[in-house]
T-cell receptor, first 115, second 113 residues
Framework: NAGVTQTPKFQVLKTGQSMTLQCAQD?????MSWYRQDPGMGLRLIHY???????DQGEVPNGYNVSRSTTEDFPLRLLSAAPSQTSVYFC??????????????FGNGTRLTVT | AQSVTQLGSHVSVSEGALVLLRCNYS??????LFWYVQYPNQGLQLLLK????ATLVKGINGFEAEFKKSETSFHLTKPSAHMSDAAEYFC???????????WGAGTKLIIKP
């Protein structure tokens, strides 16, 4: 029972490089989302999806792209990394399309450093 | 606008003592309120949630929280702290969109032996 799997666990990028953070869930959840966690700021929503083919922006979407071609996968793309994107990134999913109605299940996070 | 304030970035209590973690919220609509816990090097997991039913909500691991509309608070308590409760605790409120939660900055709970 894998739950929400994020890869990689750690990544170091140089400014301007691009990369994709992977997120997969095996629970057939409708809702998937990406958060960034910065010290003293809690979690901020980057993008979310309520089903395959449907994505929308959260609070801090600039510099990030997402797609949802399958129910299971929700990758996050950094187009041109900047030091301000240094953070811990969490993927979260929930059974209900609205996270108010069923618990969010989180992955273990990806720690990204941009130099 | 929706917002959450957690008072105290760090709270230290002795093992066996009362745990009280404070959360105040601002919401322009009747809120859903949540407490999530994050153990070291893990993702967050739900402790409990309030959805306008009973104002006293019981969660996992002996935690509970009371919704007080007049005080716009949703403080988390546990009568007797265990070493295993050491973690970071996040309070969250429903956003104006049903697809978003607004999160507090977190409170790190330290348990002294």
């Amino acid at each position: 029972n894998a739950g929400v799997t994020q890869t990689p666990k750690f990544q170091v990028l140089k400014t301007g490089q691009s990369m994709t953070l992977q997120c997969a869930q095996d629970m057939n959840h409708e809702y998937m989302s990406w958060y960034r966690q910065d010290p003293g700021m809690g979690l901020r929503l980057i993008h979310y999806s309520v089903g395959a083919g449907i994505t929308d922006q959260g609070e801090v979407p600039n510099g990030y792209n997402v797609s949802r071609s399958t129910t299971e996968d929700f990758p996050l793309r950094l187009l041109s990394a900047a030091p301000s994107q240094t953070s811990v990134y969490f993927c979260a999913s929930s059974y209900d399309s609205q996270p108010l109605n069923s618990p969010l299940h989180f992955g273990n996070g990806t720690r990204l450093t941009v130099t | 606008a929706q917002s959450v304030t957690q008072l105290g970035s760090h709270v230290s209590v002795s093992e066996g003592a009362l745990v009280l973690l404070r959360c105040n919220y601002s919401s322009s609509v009747p809120p859903y309120l949540f407490w999530y816990v994050q153990y070291p090097n893990q993702g967050l997991q739900l402790l409990l949630k309030y959805t306008s039913a009973a104002t006293l909500v019981k969660g996992i691991n002996g935690f509970e929280a009371e919704f007080k509309k007049s005080e716009t608070s949703f403080h988390l308590t546990k009568p007797s702290a265990h070493m295993s409760d050491a973690a970071e605790y996040f309070c969250a409120v429903s956003g104006l969109s049903n697809y978003q939660l607004i999160w507090g900055a977190g409170t790190k709970l330290i348990i002294k032996p």
